[in-house]
């Protein structure tokens, strides 16, 4: 629901609001097709229409933007949603990430496919196109980690590593717990919210009961993989927003458009000169 950035998600889905000038749904979408992803299944709820409206075709303003000679930014627009096939599935009851994702398991079908959580943007689709791999390669699922201090661990999902560590970063997951108590974490190794999942994991959200927070966790389901047969985990340290809390979000807008061609050499001197 957006909670955190009220007032402006009265009215606008958390995952339109902009970095920048793009809509944060719509890096995500950019980082799996760039991960080689096909087919893209939003799990949504009908109170969010506007998701949906981002993607539909705008023949209205394209031809408004040609008639003016802004055929660069008509082209953008229009390829919007077209170099990927998109489809919706719904929850319309917020139960848990976990019922989510059982939201998608008509659309999804019988292969593996990835989990990526729109509040946290990467900085490019190599660790998801990592972690395909390692899936192809081990025939498991496959999570993003990231190393953090203690005390920060009772946020997330928290993995009990097996073995070591291999030089591409990565490591053989014997169980995970979520949201632990510091002294409980099995270790300071956390999920980030990127996923590459074998589909026998719907039968294993369909057993899962109601667990932190009340909700139908994804992590217990991961749990019950995990326990049964290879399961990995990639650690990266790829540049990483949690665009979920307004401090997050800011330093993304303000990274990327540092990088932005069109407005990033005029933004780093205004700051240089502002700070
Ligand atoms: C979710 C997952 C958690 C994971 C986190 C990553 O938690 O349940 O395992 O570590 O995303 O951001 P949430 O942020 O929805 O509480």
């Not at 760039?34 to 539909?56: D, L, N, Q, R, W």
């Not at 899936?135 to 097996?162: N, W």
Request: net charge negative; hydrophobic share 45%; aromatic share 6%.
């Amino acid at each position: 629901m957006g909670t955190r950035f009220l007032p402006a998600t009265k009215a606008v889905p958390k995952e339109l609001l902009p970095i920048v000038d793009t809509p944060a749904l719509q890096l995500i979408v950019d980082e799996c097709v760039g991960a080689g992803i096909e087919h893209i299944v939003m799990v949504t709820s009908h109170a969010k229409p506007a998701i949906e409206a981002y993607f539909a075709e705008a023949p209205e303003v394209v031809a408004k933007l040609r008639a003016t000679g802004r055929d660069q930014v008509a082209d953008h627009l229009e390829a919007i949603g077209r170099d990927v096939r998109i489809s919706f599935a719904y929850q319309d009851v917020a139960l848990g990430l976990g019922h989510a994702v059982g939201c998608a398991r008509e659309a999804v079908g019988d292969e593996p496919f990835a989990v990526l959580l729109p509040d946290e943007i990467m900085g490019d689709s190599s660790l998801l196109a990592q972690m395909a791999d390692v899936c192809v390669a081990t025939g498991g699922s496959v999570v993003g980690l990231k190393q953090v201090a203690r005390h920060e661990v009772s946020a997330y999902g928290v993995i009990d590593p097996v073995g070591e560590l291999s030089s591409d970063g990565v490591i053989r997951i014997g169980t995970m717990v979520e949201k632990p108590a510091v002294a409980e974490a099995p270790s300071e190794l956390i999920i980030i919210g990127r996923y590459v999942l074998t589909p026998d994991v719907f039968d294993c959200i369909d057993r899962v009961r109601p667990g932190a927070g009340g909700e139908i966790q994804l992590t217990d389901a991961l749990r019950m993989q995990a326990e049964a047969g290879p399961f990995h985990g990639v650690l990266s340290d790829i540049r990483r927003y949690d665009t979920g809390n307004p401090f997050g979000w800011l330093t993304a807008v303000v990274e990327l458009a540092l990088e932005d061609e069109r407005i990033g050499t005029q933004f780093r001197e205004w700051l240089r000169a502002r700070v």
